[in-house]
């Protein structure tokens, strides 16, 4: 049995999914297997039997047995995860979950072990994680960090999940599925769809402590085939970036013009008196040259 078992969703991102299982693979913690639940598109492609890395005996590939139908009435992605589940395909401890346009720091597993390590009594926990957009030309932006801080979970008085933790964040027992025994652990209602991820982690910790761990493990990240609202969250998110990138140049401009002026006034001010004057500029001269000594030392 394996220590963690990692669900990877796979759909249509060509482009990406390949970086999501390189992740996988580069995992400093060993014990681990992932299943790779595709919808179809790119396993009826043939696109799988191209990537060298699921040569790794710890991967499992499958193809959804999803139907138009469901697509139409379901959220897939929560579906996806719940056939997972209820088919009993998964054989870790503890679970974790990954998206195709998501990707694992190297360090997750072992972030995620280690803790469960040295707190035994924890069920579920959470880590820190970088949220990304990618560019149609394939340029990276970091737009925020959402930091593990705080115990979460209704249960226990702690802080909120919905629209607060993200599921890459998670890792939890695979003992909790029986305390839901209906079978739909993740919410499948499409009312829900754009954050079914957070429903059902409020519905974890309504029952056990969500245990933060403050270290970055991964990166949630937007593209343009992102599902749910992946195409136009990220214009909002890159015109978002573009805009506080603008704002912060003019507010250094700003501050190095104002820094300029009272440099400007306070050589005015030694020029009224000779005397510091010329002090200034020794100390000013003697500082740029223990700079230009320690700059080629270093060098």
């Known amino acids: 049995m394996p220590f963690i078992s990692c669900i990877l969703l796979s759909h249509n991102k060509a482009d990406h999914v390949g970086d999501a299982i390189d992740s ?10 992932a299943v790779i639940f595709d919808s179809g598109i790119l396993y009826d492609q043939g696109f799988f039997s ?33 056939e997972c589940f209820r088919r009993k395909l998964l054989n870790g401890s503890f679970i974790t979950y990954l998206c195709d346009d998501d990707l694992l720091y190297p360090n997750a597993f072992q972030a995620f072990h280690d803790f469960a390590q040295t707190h035994p009594e924890a069920k579920a926990m959470y880590a820190s994680i970088d949220m990304s957009a990618v560019t149609p030309e394939g340029e990276k932006l970091i737009y925020q960090e959402l930091l593990a801080k705080e115990v979460k979970g209704s249960c226990c008085g702690g802080g909120p999940l919905d629209c607060q933790v993200d599921y890459l964040q998670v890792c939890h027992k695979a003992e909790l599925f029986d305390l839901f025994p209906d079978g739909e652990f993740w919410p499948e209602d499409r009312d829900v769809i754009t954050h079914a991820d957070g429903v059902f982690l409020e519905k974890i910790g309504s029952r056990v402590p969500i245990c933060p761990i403050p270290v970055k493990i991964g990166e949630n990240r937007k593209v343009p085939l992102s599902i749910n609202s992946g195409g136009e969250r990220l214009e909002v998110l890159l015109e ?31 020029q009224c008196v000779p005397l510091l004057h010329g002090t200034a500029k020794k100390l000013i001269l003697a500082s740029w040259r223990v700079w230009k000594r320690a700059t080629r030392r270093s060098a």
């Open 240 to 270: 978002s970036y573009r805009r506080d990138r603008m704002c912060k140049l003019a507010n250094d401009e700003e501050e190095a013009l104002l820094r300029y002026r009272i440099a400007d006034k306070l050589n005015e001010a030694f």
């Open 24 to 33: 996988l693979l580069a995992q400093t913690f060993l014990d681990w297997e």
């Open 50 to 82: 191209t990537l060298p890395a699921l040569k790794d005996p710890r991967f499992r590939l499958i193809r959804s047995w999803e139907t138009e139908e469901l697509r139409q009435t379901k959220t897939i992605a929560s579906w996806c995860f719940n």
